[in-house]
């Protein structure tokens, strides 16, 4: 396969050509699958999401002048989208059903790093996933997106203190879900 | 663990997790998208356009020959209130004889009709003392004084044919100058660019069939009956994809006509010599000539941003009546300006964007034809327009 530089690329999709476009698809659809699938219910809602955020991307490239960050363009455009499908009316309801039951309290105390080595990927995006909806959106943009409890704050107009409260029950409530989920994998195992 | 420890490990996680490519998604991504603009289709739109501007420079050339062209005020200053004394004696002693020396002040100098007089064959082609042998264009002497040039008794000296021929030549090299500037400074040139452009979306089906749009369109003229300008307010209904219909009305003014008014039945008694004696009065000229316009059309859209049609196009003249309408002096004789202006038009259309479109129309008046005669003054012309959509998509 060819490759191409990114201002190549960039150049190709503006002009609406498709070996340029498919290159793109190929370098980004993981890093953005990932995105997806943090914020989906479920593996067809990441599919969805993803081929929304693409087609976003593809159409509004024009919009792209070469100021700042490509990958942090298109991230926004992705992250924008997911926001979006997690505030609809519809998948709100999906999501209150689904998210996470109190979780009993255990013995936090673990050797968290050897744990998550060994918990398998999607058995972590499961976990990840039935987080309650606003908890997940928190939790999702300020460990992996990056964003500040101010900029989350403005972005799904609730407070910073709302923000941080959420983010401290996102990483308490996963913590607690993980070290279940080893127990239930090491009970199993025995 | 601290909290930073936990995220740094999660988005370990997720950094390492590889997701592997799947070709159905990218496949479903790609049906979706807009699609790749085909080369050739473009080089075959492109090819029609410049197709289209070929032979609309076919026509100005044809339509500058045209045997309608009427006396212009650069070759002819008719007097607006010239009266024309008809007397059937006057055979001999008419003043105006092209075989004669005077036949050089139709050139140089005005033509007072007060004070011609001429014979009762006044419009007779073969006359060789009618009016509108004096009314001739320039073109029209051109070649007289191509085919008359040995014969010094015409009266027309080196000097003055040189004067006539660069004076022809200023006119022409204006004509094409204009041309030039028109095609340059159209929104034909830009538009080629903008609808190759727009051509690329071709999956945006916005041109659903049963829609209705309201139009506001701006026009300029150039034709038989000099400049005018046209606006005009149109309903556009699709009956399909590509098939629609287009009805307008609007308001033309055509300007710098050398014409005078004069009864129907005036016109008549010139034609016929039946008013022998008595004297054709004209009345005021106008300053410019006014039409309201009723025009339906069918039209076929060849691509998404070029459509074709064709249709009638029925005018009345706002000022015209029987007992007193425009009469204009050609070099066939007097033509009557239609009161109502029957005719045909087709129509070329561009899309410049979603609310502009560009046109080019083409008009032939039908009048003669209908009426089985010579009479009416065939009001042929090219229209440039420009076209405002108000509402609808």
Redesign the interface.
Known sequence: MLSYSEQDIILGCKENKRVFQEALFKQYHSLFLKICARYAIDNEDTEQLLHDGFLKIFTHIEEYKFAGSFEGWMKRIVVNNCLDYVKSKDTRNALNTKYALPVEEVNTSFSASNVLKDIAFKDLLKLIQTLPPTTRMVFNLAVFEGYAHKEIASLLKISEGTSSWHLHEARKTLQKLILKSSKEVNYESK | ?S?N???R???E??DN???T??PD??K???S???K??NRKLIYIKLGSIAAALVLLGFGFLYFNDSNNSIASVDKIEATPKASIIVSPDLKNDSPIKLNEPTAKTTISTPLKLDNLTSSTSIVKKNSTKSLHQNTISIKSLETQLAIQEPQVTHGFSETSEKFILSKHDDVVNSSNQKIKEQISNSALSKTIQIADKEL?IEDVKLLASKRTSINLTGGVNYGSLNLGYMASISAKQNLSDKLFIEGSIGFLQNQEVVSSNMSSSQYSQILNNSNRGRPAKFSESPSGIYFLQLAPMVGYEIFKNLSVGAGADIQRNLEGTIDNRAIVATEYGFKMIPIWDAGVTTKAEIGLNRQLKAGIVYREGLNNLLSGTQNYYNRRYVQVQLKLKLYGK
């Open positions: 663990m909290p420890e936990f995220d490990l999660l988005r996680k997720f997790e590889m997701v490519f799947n998604q990218w479903r991504l790609a979706a998208l807009p790749e603009k690329e």
